[in-house]
């Protein structure tokens, strides 16, 4: 026997939560049981729309479209075979209530909910809801408001579902948070007698500070793969220019013929004037042609460069100095339309301008 201060300690015990039956109308054994009051009340119902026809009927006749149904009720009790129509179907006044159900699809757009994601990024979701009333008898003694309901299950299910998820996974996989979305809400309001269609996600918006920062990235990653694009460009650039050198290089009358034709594409543009050297390969070609041959010896190099100077003192400045004499000066020889040789003595001409083509070339 314990004694009367002594305090008794008893051992915890696990607390069981009990999960709540929702409230259900089972549909399919409602009987006709109104009682004695309740039959008193159908039979002078009866007996009024006998005595009041056919002003009455106008009160009896009810017609429901083709989209909806029509649950009765008769004296607060759901009136059995469940609802009525589309067509044409008849109640008893004063005893008879009656509420139409439309059974089309319905939608309706979730607010944006501010949702922080799984790794800590406040973002504004959005989406849109299509459903419909896929039992119209549950759908009236079931809940009280079917869209309604919905709505506020839809926005719920978005925070819950989005919750779980990071950011990028919400930018991707949209199209599969939707389906996640739409199977929790099917599931979840199919005792309302509701079935949900489709579930979309419109919009993830995200805060200021953080588009700047990805826009900053997504620019950043632009210019990198601009610059490997550029890079790779002129890399192939600088092999097929290698490899025109090598050809080149390799017959010479390549380079003079290339050497021509931008020589012909020069003359066709517009009025300008170019300066540009000659080349010493082809003028040789020439002179050997229009000329007998002369051992090059280094006096038929100085004679080339005093005839030159001497010819073109302006163009060959620096080369070396014309020799002054004491006798009278010998008068200047004419222009020539030739380049000739006579007996070691080399005499150059100054090219004449040809036919007006608007380009003045000087070599």
């Known amino acids: 026997m314990e004694n009367p201060g002594t305090e008794v300690i008893l051992p915890p015990q696990e607390y069981v939560r009990k999960e709540r039956t929702p409230f259900r109308i ?4 409602i009987q006709n049981e109104f009682g004695i009051c309740g039959w008193i009340l159908t039979i002078l119902s009866y007996l009024l729309i006998f005595f009041t026809l056919p002003i009455s009927a106008c009160m009896c006749i009810k017609v429901v479209q083709e989209y909806e149904r029509a649950v009765i009720f008769r004296l607060g009790r759901l009136m059995p075979g469940g609802a009525k129509g589309p067509g044409i179907f008849f109640i008893v006044p004063c005893i008879d209530t009656y509420r139409k159900v439309d059974l089309r699809v319905l939608s309706f757009e979730v607010p944006p909910q501010e949702i922080l994601s799984k790794d800590s990024v406040t973002v504004a979701v959005d989406a849109v809801v299509y459903f419909r009333i896929s039992n119209a008898t549950i759908s009236v003694t079931n809940v009280e408001d079917a869209a309604r309901s919905t709505k506020l299950l839809a926005q719920t299910t978005l925070r819950n579902i989005l919750g ?6 919400m930018l991707s996989d949209r199209e599969a948070i939707s389906h996640q979305m739409q199977n929790t809400l099917d599931e979840a309001t ?11 996600v419109k919009d993830v ?8 920062a990805m826009a900053a990235e997504a620019e950043a990653a632009r210019e990198a793969r601009a610059k490997v694009i550029v890079a790779e460009g002129e890399q192939k650039a600088s092999r097929a220019l290698k490899e025109a050198a090598e050809v080149i290089a390799e017959s010479p009358s390549a380079l003079q013929l290339r050497y021509l034709q931008t020589l012909n594409s020069i003359s066709a543009e ?3 004037t170019i300066i540009f050297p000659f ?3 082809l003028l040789s070609a020439f002179l050997q042609r229009a000329a007998p041959k002369v051992e090059e010896t280094p006096q038929v190099h100085k004679k080339i460069r005093n005839c030159c100077v001497y010819k073109y003192p302006d163009w060959v400045q620096g080369l070396a100095k014309p020799q002054h004499h004491h006798h009278s000066p010998q008068p200047q020889r004419p222009p020539q339309t030739a380049t000739s ?4 003595d ?3 001409t100054q090219p004449q301008p040809g036919p007006s083509s608007g380009l003045n070339v000087f070599f």
Do not use: C, F, Y
Request: charged letters at 35%; zero cysteines; aromatic letters at 2%.
């Open 164 to 169: 779980t998820k990071t950011l990028a996974e």
């Open 341 to 344: 040789m006579r007996d070691g």
């Open 190 to 200: 199919e005792p309302w007698g509701v079935k949900v269609e489709r579930v979309e």
């Open 270 to 272: 517009k009025n300008s």
């Open 346 to 348: 080399l005499h150059s």
């Open 279 to 281: 080349p010493i390969d």
């Open 205 to 212: 918006r995200l805060p200021v500070q953080l588009q700047r």
């Open 26 to 29: 089972d549909v399919s054994n």
